[in-house]
């Protein structure tokens, strides 16, 4: 059956240079498609034309529906440059999107898109469906769009210039990014004060925001994009799953917050029934159907809503005083998803604040439960304190009553809590202490460090201020090539500094990428050529027959590289070799080997290797500096590739350094000849 309505033709949409952004809900033709059954060629007949109902509304919804939706809209972009633009439904959990243009032949040309579809295979890698529309300069062009969803049909789009859809792309991104790092933040740092003071609300608070940034990241498309491309059938099933999961995990922090079993018993038992029943569904929705799942969970929304905020309000009615804040963070929360929820069925328009109304209310909620969370650990603690008295003054009071000798085992063993007590007060100064510790000696070492180089430089500025007269074109350009290369030492040494406190702070961002292992070592080989030739040291490639290749983080291996084979040159004496091989170890790892003649490593300087700021016996042979991070940053990059880096040595027989890394899952196929040379 299709959906009959009065007939009236939409706009065409009108392309101009002046705009690069068009709401075209209002330029939209809409049929209903009851039965799902009908093809392209029936609906762009002319018997099915006048079948079409202009839409009126800026961002159609129909809410829950098992009908196909048909969309025919013009686009006349004759009064552009542009070579194309992009049409933008910014609704990712839409089952299947097939875009259809009519081509010259008569056959219809069509595109395919949707979360049903793996992420690879969309024409824009985006969280949105977003298809590429070229420009025609020569006449209009008449667009068919066939939308299924067994959810909400919403069909907010939205034609844009590429650059301008670009900058928006950018800012949207930034807002996601400051939004999930806030609750990023909140979890770890709930689950630090869990570990700290043992208060279980922190945990269930932590596991909540968790869920519910998940389900939120699979409503937004973020999940799909970034988490499980691959995975269409995840991508669907996550949203429910995530969905009930959420339900469960915010009534198990409402139980332990509000201390339900004690303050409400009744309550209790019916919010414990809910937390079954999210789990079980939550356990079992990858063996429902999508459509139910969704209209379950819009339907325990609503009971969800009220247990919280009754239970809240009974607790406060109770005296239980963290219940305030916590009736205001819910309550903003709660306004947000119901929002959603209506916006779900159709019932709301689908815009900005409709589609974001859950991560509006979130923000304020997780700001009103850290409040919410510290007066209930302020209450807590003097409730504990009260009864503490208590507790003493009921022990003083039998004590009266108690032979002597039962009074001082009491003593004794209060003695030895507070002994241990003090221990545990011991162990945090004592570790306070060792990280202050490590500032001085970080801020010494650059100071040190720093201050030669900062020194010469002033010096030779000076010396070429008030003598250049008297010096020699040559020794001035020398004293130049002075200040550049001090100037290197200080960056150099900066440099080392920040890499090991972005790599200890987690700012350092992984991307791996596929790395021609054999082409990426011998190009940081040469970039050392004129280093070594400075002494007369042969720098010597050696790899094996063929390309090996890793997938890794190129910045990160070039890193660990540029450390071991700058260490081997720095700690080298005059007229010696260098050698850098590279093989495949086993089918899995390929091995990297940086070995040079310098005096050795004894067993106290092998001991000390990869710790921050070690300083070793072998001293550079050229006059370098070193500020002892060069080794940690290396210990530490490996790590964060998934790599192994281990050091072999006797004294005097020089260091051979070793990097362990996982291969490609996909070999290049081996060449025929070796790039085996010295540099």
Same mark, same amino acid.
């Given at each position: 059956?299709?959906?009959?309505?009065?007939?009236?033709?939409?706009?065409?949409?009108?392309?101009?240079?002046?705009?690069?952004?068009?709401?075209?809900?209002?330029?939209?033709?809409?049929?209903?498609?009851?039965?799902?059954?009908?093809?392209?060629?029936?609906?762009?007949?002319?018997?099915?034309?006048?079948?079409?109902?202009?839409?009126?509304?800026?961002?159609?919804?129909?809410?829950?529906?098992?009908?196909?939706?048909?969309?025919?809209?013009?686009?006349?972009?004759?009064?552009?440059?542009?070579?194309?633009?992009?049409?933008?439904?910014?609704?990712?959990?839409?089952?299947?999107?097939?875009?259809?243009?009519?081509?010259?032949?008569?056959?219809?040309?069509?595109?395919?898109?949707?979360?049903?579809?793996?992420?690879?295979?969309?024409?824009i890698k985006h969280r949105n469906i977003v298809f590429v529309l070229p420009s025609?300069?020569?006449?209009?062009?008449?667009?068919?769009?066939?939308?299924?969803?067994?959810?909400?049909?919403?069909?907010?789009?939205?034609?844009?210039?590429?650059?301008?859809?670009?900058?928006?792309?950018?800012?949207?991104?930034?807002?996601?990014?400051?939004?999930?790092?806030?609750?990023?933040?909140?979890?770890?740092?709930?689950?630090?004060?869990?570990?700290?003071?043992?208060?279980?609300?922190?945990?269930?608070?932590?596991?909540?925001? *968790? $869920? !519910? #940034?998940?389900?939120?990241? =699979? %409503?937004?498309? &973020?999940?799909?994009? +970034?988490?499980?491309?691959?995975?269409?059938?995840?991508?669907?099933?996550?949203?429910?799953?995530?969905?009930?999961?959420?339900?469960?995990?915010?009534?198990?922090?409402?139980?332990?917050?509000?201390?339900?079993?004690?303050?409400?018993?009744?309550?209790?038992?019916?919010?414990?029934?809910?937390?079954?029943?999210?789990?079980?569904?939550?356990?079992?929705?990858?063996?429902?159907?999508?459509?139910?799942?969704?209209?379950?969970?819009?339907?325990?929304?609503?009971? *969800? $809503? !009220? #247990?919280?905020?009754?239970? =809240? %309000?009974?607790? &406060?009615?109770?005296? +239980?005083?963290?219940?305030?804040?916590?009736?205001?963070?819910?309550?903003?929360?709660?306004?947000?998803?119901?929002?959603?929820?209506?916006?779900?069925?159709?019932?709301?328009?689908?815009?900005?604040?409709?589609?974001?109304?859950?991560?509006?209310?979130?923000?304020?909620?997780?700001?009103?439960?850290?409040?919410?969370?510290?007066?209930?650990?302020?209450?807590?603690?003097?409730?504990?304190?009260?009864?503490?008295?208590?507790?003493?003054?009921?022990?003083?009071?039998?004590?009266?009553?108690?032979?002597?000798?039962?009074?001082?085992?009491?003593?004794?063993?209060?003695?030895?809590?507070?002994?241990?007590?003090?221990?545990?007060?011991?162990?945090?100064?004592?570790?306070?202490?060792?990280?202050?510790?490590?500032?001085?000696?970080?801020?010494?070492?650059?100071?040190?460090?720093?201050?030669?180089?900062?020194?010469?430089?002033?010096?030779?500025?000076?010396?070429?201020?008030?003598?250049?007269?008297?010096?020699?074109?040559?020794?001035?350009?020398?004293?130049?090539?002075?200040?550049?290369?001090?100037?290197?030492?200080?960056?150099?040494?900066?440099?080392?500094?920040?890499?090991?406190?972005?790599?200890?702070?987690?700012?350092?961002?992984?991307?791996?990428?596929?790395?021609?292992?054999?082409?990426?070592?011998?190009?940081?080989?040469?970039?050392?050529?004129?280093?070594?030739?400075?002494?007369?040291?042969?720098?010597?490639?050696?790899?094996?027959?063929?390309?090996?290749?890793?997938?890794?983080?190129?910045?990160?291996?070039?890193?660990?590289?540029?450390?071991?084979?700058?260490?081997?040159?720095?700690?080298?004496?005059?007229?010696?070799?260098?050698?850098?091989?590279?093989?495949?170890?086993?089918?899995?790892t390929a091995l990297i080997e940086v070995r040079d003649e310098g005096p050795g490593?004894?067993?106290?300087?092998?001991?000390?290797?990869?710790?921050?700021?070690?300083?070793?016996?072998?001293?550079?042979?050229?006059?370098?500096?070193?500020?002892?991070?060069?080794?940690?940053?290396?210990?530490?990059?490996?790590?964060?590739?998934?790599?192994?880096?281990?050091?072999?040595?006797?004294?005097?027989?020089?260091?051979?350094?070793?990097?362990?890394?996982?291969?490609?899952?996909?070999?290049?196929?081996?060449?025929?000849?070796?790039?085996?040379?010295?540099?």
């Amino acid at each position: 059956m299709v959906w009959l309505t009065c007939f009236a033709a939409a706009e065409p949409i009108v392309t101009t240079n002046a705009h690069g952004q068009y709401s075209i809900g209002r330029y939209l033709s809409i049929l209903e498609d009851k039965s799902g059954k009908l093809e392209i060629h029936n609906v762009a007949s002319p018997e099915f034309s006048k079948l079409f109902k202009k839409s009126d509304a800026e961002n159609p919804s129909y809410g829950l529906t098992k009908s196909a939706y048909w969309i025919r809209f013009d686009l006349d972009t004759r009064r552009t440059h542009q070579h194309e633009w992009l049409l933008e439904l910014s609704y990712p959990v839409i089952d299947e999107v097939i875009l259809f243009k009519k081509q010259n032949d008569g056959s219809f040309k069509k595109r395919v898109s949707g979360d049903m579809h793996a992420f690879k295979t969309r024409e824009i890698k985006h969280r949105n469906i977003v298809f590429v529309l070229p420009s025609d300069t020569s006449s209009i062009q008449t667009y068919y769009l066939r939308l299924t969803t067994s959810g909400s049909m919403q069909i907010p789009l939205t034609l844009w210039d590429k650059d301008i859809f670009t900058a928006k792309d950018h800012e949207e991104q930034l807002a996601f990014g400051l939004y999930y790092g806030i609750v990023f933040v909140m979890i770890v740092y709930n689950i630090f004060v869990f570990f700290f003071i043992g208060d279980k609300s922190y945990l269930f608070y932590s596991l909540y925001l *968790l $869920v !519910f #940034t998940l389900f939120l990241m =699979a %409503v937004n498309g &973020l999940s799909f994009e +970034y988490l499980w491309p691959q995975s269409p059938w995840w991508a669907n099933k996550s949203l429910t799953f995530f969905a009930f999961a959420f339900l469960a995990m915010s009534l198990l922090f409402t139980r332990e917050f509000l201390a339900t079993e004690k303050l409400l018993p009744k309550a209790d038992r019916f919010i414990k029934i809910q937390i079954w029943l999210g789990v079980l569904i939550a356990a079992f929705s990858f063996l429902i159907s999508y459509a139910i799942l969704v209209r379950m969970a819009i339907v325990l929304v609503f009971p *969800l $809503v !009220f #247990t919280i905020l009754y239970t =809240a %309000v009974r607790s &406060l009615k109770k005296g +239980y005083r963290p219940a305030r804040y916590y009736i205001s963070a819910w309550s903003v929360f709660m306004g947000g998803l119901v929002i959603f929820v209506f916006k779900t069925l159709g019932i709301l328009p689908n815009n900005m604040f409709t589609q974001y109304g859950v991560q509006i209310g979130s923000t304020l909620e997780v700001l009103l439960l850290a409040v919410a969370l510290a007066d209930r650990i302020s209450i807590l603690k003097k409730e504990k304190e009260k009864a503490e008295k208590e507790a003493v003054n009921a022990e003083i009071y039998r004590l009266k009553n108690v032979e002597i000798a039962q009074a001082l085992e009491k003593v004794q063993i209060l003695n030895e809590q507070l002994t241990e007590s003090k221990t545990h007060l011991t162990e945090a100064n004592q570790y306070l202490t060792e990280l202050n510790d490590e500032k001085n000696e970080f801020l010494g070492i650059a100071a040190h460090d720093l201050k030669n180089p900062l020194a010469s430089i002033i010096l030779s500025t000076e010396l070429i201020t008030h003598y250049y007269d008297k010096f020699s074109k040559e020794a001035v350009i020398d004293k130049v090539k002075t200040i550049e290369m001090t100037a290197a030492r200080m960056r150099d040494i900066v440099t080392n500094l920040l890499d090991v406190n972005a790599i200890e702070s987690g700012k350092i961002h992984m991307s791996p990428e596929n790395i021609n292992l054999t082409e990426f070592v011998q190009k940081i080989c040469f970039d050392y050529t004129e280093r070594a030739q400075a002494k007369n040291i042969e720098l010597q490639f050696q790899p094996q027959v063929g390309d090996i290749a890793i997938f890794a983080d190129k910045q990160a291996v070039g890193e660990i590289l540029d450390n071991l084979v700058s260490n081997a040159l720095k700690y080298s004496p005059c007229g010696k070799s260098v050698f850098v091989k590279v093989l495949k170890k086993n089918v899995q790892t390929a091995l990297i080997e940086v070995r040079d003649e310098g005096p050795g490593l004894n067993e106290e300087d092998q001991k000390k290797l990869f710790k921050k700021f070690a300083r070793l016996s072998p001293t550079p042979t050229g006059g370098e500096t070193s500020t002892g991070l060069g080794l940690s940053i290396v210990k530490k990059l490996c790590e964060a590739i998934g790599a192994q880096v281990w050091c072999e040595s006797r004294e005097g027989a020089g260091a051979a350094f070793f990097v362990e890394i996982p291969l490609a899952y996909a070999q290049s196929t081996p060449a025929q000849t070796s790039q085996t040379g010295a540099f």
